[in-house]
């Protein structure tokens, strides 16, 4: 169960602006809580709009904020992306991860570092208008047994399941390499459109994440009955409830993971976040119960902030309640 956590997924620098109302996510055709890829030219319009107003910037697409969490909690990481060339977001995104001691697997091309617009509801649900730019076209040459060996997590965001060729090879050589696959299936659009694809791959997963809308648009079912479906598919399942914690299903036992009750300030993140915890807690061992506490405990203090990631002094309060959790000495299940 133990080893480094290996990351894959869209290297992209989140601009994160307030909406007043959800009013233009219709006029721009960007449906409320998904993620829709857009061109440069939609990117400008959208970007127009604000005018004068600087978005908050941070490094984005969901496996990093994963990878990025995982790290902070105390693993060790690596990630797999691809970033423009001598670009000011790809320099911003490599100094990230070498400043978090996660060590970046990265091809830089011409194209430019790819931009996530994240448009904050007034009821704190995120929508992304993501322009992929370099990260469109990462391939299968990106991947090499190298890169692989010596990890013991591969964790995947479903923002890559668009790329059939580079999952497939990804997750070969996780197999040869026998590592743990962990999938956050990403956006319930995503699901919908790439989902016989998505059936095809999971016999390779261990581990999926799913909040209620994405494991829905799977199952077509709600909550636990969707979580009683992905369970026959991978031998752990997870399905995010919000407010309301998370269930988890493993070898046919069910799990309830209460969550704290906060103020949400912004739900961008959080979702990463939970996955983040939860692989944390298996790379130590620690049983199911365990890992779900943790990952609910770090989620619902990333949307207490604005952004997907806390800063080093809000980990350095939250850690504690992270080592109190640990020190339970629960083993994974056999």
Same mark, same amino acid.
């Given at each position: 169960?133990?080893?480094?956590?290996?990351?894959?997924?869209?290297?992209?620098?989140?601009?994160?602006?307030?909406?007043?109302?959800?009013?233009?996510?219709?006029?721009?055709?960007?449906?409320?809580?998904?993620?829709?890829?857009?061109?440069?030219?939609?990117?400008?319009? *959208?970007?127009?709009?604000?005018?004068? $107003?600087?978005?908050?910037? @941070? #490094?984005?697409?969901? !496996?990093?904020? &994963?990878? /990025? %969490?995982?790290?902070?909690?105390?693993?060790?990481?690596?990630?797999?992306?691809?970033?423009?060339?001598?670009?000011?977001?790809?320099?911003?995104?490599?100094?990230?991860?070498?400043?978090?001691?996660?060590?970046?697997?990265?091809?830089?091309?011409?194209?430019?570092?790819?931009?996530? *617009?994240?448009?904050?509801?007034?009821? $704190?649900?995120?929508?992304? @208008? #993501?322009?992929?730019? !370099?990260?469109? &076209?990462? /391939? %299968?040459?990106?991947?090499?047994?190298?890169?692989?060996?010596?990890?013991?997590?591969?964790?995947?965001?479903?923002?890559?399941?668009?790329?059939?060729?580079?999952?497939?090879?990804?997750?070969?050589?996780?197999?040869?390499?026998?590592?743990?696959?962990?999938?956050?299936?990403?956006?319930?659009?995503?699901?919908?459109?790439?989902?016989?694809?998505?059936?095809?791959?999971?016999?390779?997963?261990?581990?999926?994440?799913?909040?209620?809308?994405?494991?829905?648009?799977?199952?077509?079912?709600?909550?636990?009955?969707?979580?009683?479906?992905?369970?026959?598919?991978?031998?752990?399942?997870?399905?995010?409830?919000?407010?309301?914690?998370?269930?988890?299903?493993?070898?046919?036992?069910?799990?309830?993971?209460?969550?704290?009750?906060?103020?949400?300030?912004?739900?961008?993140?959080?979702?990463?976040?939970?996955?983040?915890?939860?692989?944390?807690?298996?790379?130590?061992?620690?049983?199911?119960?365990?890992?779900?506490?943790?990952?609910?405990?770090?989620?619902?203090?990333?949307?207490?902030?604005?952004?997907?990631?806390?800063?080093?002094?809000?980990?350095?309060?939250?850690?504690?309640?992270?080592?109190?959790?640990?020190?339970?000495?629960?083993?994974?299940?056999?």
């Amino acid at each position: 169960m133990q080893g480094p956590v290996l990351g894959m997924g869209n290297a992209l620098v989140d601009l994160i602006f307030q909406l007043p109302s959800d009013e233009v996510l219709d006029r721009w055709q960007l449906p409320k809580g998904s993620m829709t890829l857009i061109d440069q030219r939609q990117a400008g319009i *959208i970007l127009n709009y604000f005018g004068q $107003t600087q978005p908050v910037l @941070a #490094t984005g697409g969901s !496996a990093s904020n &994963t990878i /990025t %969490a995982i790290a902070a909690l105390g693993g060790r990481c690596g990630f797999i992306g691809q970033i423009g060339k001598n670009d000011i977001y790809g320099n911003f995104y490599i100094e990230h991860l070498t400043k978090h001691g996660i060590r970046p697997y990265f091809r830089r091309i011409d194209t430019p570092t790819g931009t996530a *617009i994240t448009l904050m509801s007034p009821d $704190t649900e995120r929508t992304f @208008a #993501t322009y992929l730019g !370099a990260a469109s &076209t990462m /391939t %299968a040459e990106n991947l090499s047994r190298e890169i692989f060996s010596g990890y013991g997590y591969l964790h995947i965001e479903g923002y890559m399941v668009q790329n059939y060729e580079l999952l497939e090879k990804s997750l070969q050589l996780a197999n040869e390499c026998d590592m743990v696959v962990s999938l956050d299936l990403a956006s319930y659009n995503i699901v919908k459109e790439h989902e016989s694809f998505l059936r095809k791959i999971l016999p390779s997963v261990d581990v999926v994440f799913a909040n209620e809308e994405e494991a829905s648009a799977f199952t077509g079912k709600d909550s636990l009955e969707a979580l009683n479906v992905l369970a026959t598919e991978v031998p752990v399942a997870v399905v995010k409830l919000g407010s309301r914690g998370s269930i988890v299903m493993h070898r046919g036992k069910l799990y309830h993971i209460t969550a704290d009750k906060v103020v949400k300030t912004d739900s961008n993140g959080a979702g990463d976040s939970y996955a983040a915890g939860f692989l944390y807690g298996m790379c130590r061992g620690l049983g199911v119960q365990e890992c779900g506490e943790i990952a609910s405990t770090v989620a619902t203090q990333v949307v207490q902030v604005t952004g997907p990631k806390l800063n080093a002094r809000q980990w350095e309060e939250l850690l504690p309640r992270i080592r109190e959790i640990e020190q339970r000495n629960t083993r994974w299940p056999e």
